[in-house]
């Protein structure tokens, strides 16, 4: 196996362990805050439950926040691995 092949690959498990990461987040911003509605909603956030807060826009904070840190650790991943477009 050569040098290049070698940096795909571990190029490649970089990216599926921050996938996997990112997708552990995403599904514990969906489900964790249903989950534990009644528990969440004892605090007050804005003056909301934090729970019907969670849902309503926590949630869709949170997967913002998971796109912007995919890019750019997908970008880093890239420059770290020499697979960028940039010379």
């Not at 050569?2 to 970089?14: K, L």
């Not at 911003?29 to 804005?46: C, H, I, K, T, Y």
């Amino acid at each position: 196996m050569d040098d290049t092949e070698a940096r795909q690959g571990a190029y490649w498990r970089s990216t599926l362990r921050v996938t996997g990461v990112l997708l552990c987040i995403w599904a514990a911003a969906s489900f964790l805050p249903g989950w534990f509605a009644e528990d969440l909603n004892q605090f007050v956030f804005f003056g909301w439950p934090f729970g019907f807060y969670m849902a309503g826009q926590g949630a869709l904070i949170i997967f913002l926040l998971i796109v912007l840190i995919y890019d750019r650790w997908m970008i880093r991943l890239e420059r770290r691995y020499g697979l960028d477009d940039e010379a």
